[in-house]
């Protein structure tokens, strides 16, 4: 099955940048949709950014203009660049890969089957 590895996270100013990468192995573009979520103590798990069987990408409305997501086909890395942290930016980012039960639910959580570990990203 999907296996996924994330890395990148760390801790960085207001303002500041990160990338974040996950590395999918036995993941097949066009047959899963791929995507990060973020999750902080007490919430649920928020869809951030997707790319769906057709390469096109979604984002949640919170973070469009700030973050870009990107997939590398060939060597099936996911990679979400964070730009213009903010504190509320600071959460356990997660790669997930998944079967989505339609593009209205390309950025929910329970439609994803395949997770990473996560990646801590803290914004001060």
């Known amino acids: 099955h999907v296996q996924l590895v994330e890395s990148g996270g760390g801790s960085v100013p207001a303002g500041g940048s990160l990338r974040l990468s996950c590395t999918a192995s036995?993941?097949?573009?066009?047959?899963?949709?791929i995507g990060w979520f973020r999750q902080t103590p007490g919430k649920e798990r928020e869809g951030v950014a997707a790319v769906d069987i057709d390469n096109s990408t979604v984002y949640a409305e919170s973070i469009k203009g700030r973050f870009t997501v990107s997939l590398d086909q060939v060597k099936n890395i996911l990679v979400l660049q964070l730009n213009n942290l903010t504190p509320e930016d600071t959460a356990v980012y997660y790669c997930a890969a998944g079967h989505p039960k339609s593009l209205y639910r390309v950025l929910w959580s329970s439609d994803y089957q395949y997770w990473g570990q996560g990646t801590q990203v803290t914004v001060s």
């Open positions: 036995a993941y097949r573009h066009g047959r899963h949709f």
